[in-house]
């Protein structure tokens, strides 16, 4: 999938810079609480992942357990290494809505064999984007609500600001490990209120002065055999 930045331009993002761990009711939720990080908690996802707004999450046959994590998701403008913090959001091109889809079923079992969470992560479909926001457009990063709705309940409902690592922290770290490209995403981690989707779910992602996100869900299955 390729993305149109602020700019005009269009890129296809070479990397999926995603971050566990990043607020702390989340964390509790799942049980980590004595995993409080001491630096970005980070994994990659396939740019195969990617699908836009109006797209159809499909649950893999493999898992019986997909969640979704409602994300603020950071889209890089001017690439760049070793960025610094007050730097850092001059880097940025603008903002979007995500979902870091993960078939907790999955990732439960790759964290009991200590094992990387690449596949629970990183199926197709995983990784929905909504339309970018330029970034002059968003006030105040760390002060933005983000709500998801299944099937028009509210399912999560969160503030930036009780991000453990702000946006500026995550470019910086990132961009020490990573050379940051142009149309790079990073997935800034979830707040609480995580859950399962299932076939025929709709969701909705809305957000302080970001454009929405809406997606379907389906079974694999099921479309093999409507598409048969
Ligand atoms: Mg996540």
Redesign the pocket.
């Known amino acids: 999938m390729t993305i149109t930045l602020p700019s005009g331009k269009t890129v296809r993002p070479g990397k999926l810079l ?1 971050i ?1 761990r990043n607020y702390v009711a989340h964390v509790r939720e799942m049980g980590d609480v004595s995993d409080l990080p001491t630096e970005p908690l980070t994994f990659l996802k396939p740019s195969t992942a990617l699908i836009p707004s109006g797209g159809t999450v499909i649950l893999p046959r493999q898992s019986n357990d997909v969640h979704h ?1 409602l ?1 603020l998701v950071v889209v890089i403008g001017e690439g760049g290494k070793h960025i610094s913090e007050e730097d850092a959001l001059n880097h940025v091109a603008g903002y979007a809505l995500g979902i ?1 889809v ?1 078939a907790r079923d999955l990732q439960a079992q790759s964290k009991a064999a200590k094992g990387p969470w690449s596949i629970a992560k990183g199926f197709d479909t995983f990784a929905p984007l909504g339309p970018i926001t330029p970034r002059e457009k968003v006030d105040d990063t760390q002060a933005l609500t983000i709500e998801l709705k299944v099937n028009a309940e509210t399912r999560q409902f969160g503030s930036t600001a009780n991000m453990i690592f702000p946006v500026a922290k995550l470019v910086s770290f990132l961009s020490s490990v990573f050379t940051l490209e142009e149309g790079d995403l990073i ?1 800034t ?2 707040p609480e209120g995580v859950g399962p989707v299932r076939d025929g779910d709709v969701l909705e992602a809305t957000g302080t002065g970001l454009q929405p996100l809406l997606l379907n869900v389906a079974a694999e299955s099921q479309l093999a055999i409507s598409q048969a």
């Open positions: 995603c566990g994590e994300e870091d993960t997935y981690g979830t």
